[in-house]
């Protein structure tokens, strides 16, 4: 079984292991664990039948994916289809899989014509006779609508909306954004039957992106599941907030000298979860007066840090802003208005 430091099968139960700059470690034993192995079999068939089908077949906990840093992909094993679309694939340790079937594009770069991925439960029995149907992308339709009264004078800002494939690299031919007037309406080409990261960029002063729904579902800081939605209610809604705020930031250290080049988070006291948080946590730099004023924010209520350290989307740099954010000090800020806040840095341990 796949197994993370130091006997864990579920990354969420493994220890966190810290490198310090220069350190050489030894002795990382690993326990690895083993299972009784399973099979599955099944057939695949498409709109022109079955030829021409592969798959591949994965962990549903991917062990590769996107990061918000870029992220870097591994291919998961898997082959053609055989005759008549037949498949079987043995040794599976007892878990969920990912499973993705499809018809081979023409090149590379080029998105597959025909595409499925599914989830696959072994418990303690081999499957059999799976039938698994692979179909084409379908388009993907949005709106962006006005939070409250339409403005006296029409809006000139646009929202650039962008979709991203979660679980895999995405296609060259499936890159690519759409802008939109607010309000207004979008549209990409067919995507596939997938799971997405939906994003909406918005760079106006008092604007912001308030929600992210899809088929009445927040899809803002979750995964947008293409093909969930029943018929005819399979519509991207982008809502922008009117009464956006900011939060102006002065760091100086408790002899009062200002604190330049400083790193300042901003953490919505509302964020559930260290996931939440990563998605939502807001960052920036003093200048050489120890100053810092944020892009436009949700109002609300916030805890603000200073610090010389620098952090990332990591699960360990994630984590320690997640366990001393009551340290932080709390700044409410009001729809529609500015707010101060004075800082002395500190060290995030």
Same mark, same amino acid.
């Given at each position: 079984?796949?197994?993370?430091?130091?006997?864990?099968?579920?990354?969420?139960?493994?220890?966190?292991?810290?490198?310090?700059?220069?350190?050489?470690?030894?002795?990382?034993?690993?326990?690895?664990?083993?299972?009784?192995?399973?099979?599955?079999?099944?057939?695949?068939?498409?709109?022109?039948?079955?030829?021409?089908?592969?798959? #591949? =077949?994965? $962990?549903?906990?991917?062990?590769?994916?996107? &990061?918000?840093? +870029?992220?870097?992909? /591994?291919?998961? @094993? %898997?082959?053609?289809?055989?005759?008549?679309?037949?498949?079987?694939?043995?040794?599976?340790?007892?878990?969920?899989?990912?499973?993705?079937?499809?018809?081979?594009?023409?090149?590379?770069?080029?998105?597959?014509?025909?595409?499925?991925?599914?989830?696959?439960?072994?418990?303690?029995?081999?499957?059999?006779?799976?039938?698994?149907?692979?179909?084409?992308?379908?388009?993907?339709?949005?709106?962006?609508?006005?939070?409250?009264?339409?403005?006296?004078?029409?809006?000139?800002?646009?929202?650039?909306? #962008? =979709?991203? $494939?979660?679980?895999?690299?995405?296609?060259? &031919?499936?890159? +690519?954004?759409?802008? /939109?007037?607010? @309000? %207004?309406?979008?549209?990409?080409?067919?995507?596939?039957?997938?799971?997405?990261?939906?994003?909406?960029?918005?760079?106006?002063?008092?604007?912001?992106?308030?929600?992210?729904?899809?088929?009445?579902?927040?899809?803002?800081?979750?995964?947008?599941?293409?093909?969930?939605?029943?018929?005819?209610?399979?519509?991207?809604?982008?809502?922008?907030?009117?009464?956006?705020?900011?939060?102006?930031?002065?760091?100086?250290?408790?002899?009062?000298?200002?604190?330049?080049?400083?790193?300042?988070?901003?953490?919505?006291?509302?964020?559930?979860?260290?996931?939440?948080?990563?998605?939502?946590?807001?960052?920036?730099?003093?200048?050489?007066? %120890?100053?810092?004023?944020?892009?436009?924010?949700?109002?609300?209520?916030?805890?603000?840090?200073?610090?010389?350290?620098?952090?990332?989307?990591?699960?360990?740099?994630?984590?320690?802003?997640?366990?001393?954010?009551?340290?932080?000090?709390?700044?409410?800020?009001?729809?529609?208005?500015?707010?101060?806040?004075?800082?002395?840095?500190?060290?995030?341990?």
């Amino acid at each position: 079984m796949r197994t993370f430091y130091p006997n864990s099968s579920e990354k969420e139960s493994a220890e966190v292991v810290v490198l310090r700059p220069g350190e050489r470690r030894e002795g990382m034993d690993i326990e690895v664990k083993k299972s009784q192995s399973y099979c599955i079999e099944g057939s695949l068939t498409g709109p022109g039948g079955p030829e021409g089908l592969s798959f #591949s =077949i994965e $962990p549903l906990q991917p062990s590769s994916g996107i &990061s918000s840093g +870029g992220g870097s992909f /591994s291919l998961a @094993p %898997g082959g053609p289809a055989g005759a008549g679309g037949k498949f079987r694939i043995c040794d599976l340790y007892p878990g969920t899989y990912r499973f993705v079937a499809m018809e081979r594009a023409a090149s590379l770069s080029t998105q597959a014509p025909n595409f499925a991925a599914v989830p696959i439960t072994v418990s303690d029995e081999d499957q059999r006779n799976l039938k698994i149907p692979v179909s084409g992308g379908i388009p993907l339709e949005g709106d962006v609508v006005l939070d409250g009264a339409a403005p006296a004078t029409p809006l000139t800002a646009k929202v650039t909306v #962008s =979709i991203t $494939p979660m679980l895999r690299a995405p296609y060259s &031919s499936e890159l +690519g954004s759409a802008r /939109s007037d607010i @309000p %207004g309406t979008f549209s990409f080409p067919a995507k596939l039957m997938d799971d997405y990261r939906v994003s909406a960029l918005l760079m106006t002063p008092g604007l912001y992106v308030k929600d992210i729904t899809y088929a009445d579902r927040s899809v803002l800081y979750e995964p947008l599941r293409l093909g969930s939605a029943m018929a005819g209610s399979g519509r991207v809604r982008v809502t922008v907030g009117q009464d956006g705020a900011t939060l102006s930031v002065r760091v100086a250290d408790k002899d009062g000298n200002p604190g330049a080049d400083m790193h300042v988070y901003l953490l919505p006291a509302d964020a559930r979860s260290e996931g939440a948080l990563a998605t939502r946590v807001v960052q920036g730099q003093t200048d050489q007066t %120890g100053q810092y004023t944020s892009p436009t924010l949700a109002p609300g209520k916030y805890y603000a840090v200073a610090t010389e350290d620098s952090y990332d989307a990591t699960v360990e740099s994630i984590g320690k802003l997640w366990r001393s954010r009551n340290r932080y000090k709390e700044v409410d800020v009001a729809p529609g208005a500015g707010a101060l806040v004075n800082l002395e840095p500190v060290k995030i341990d």
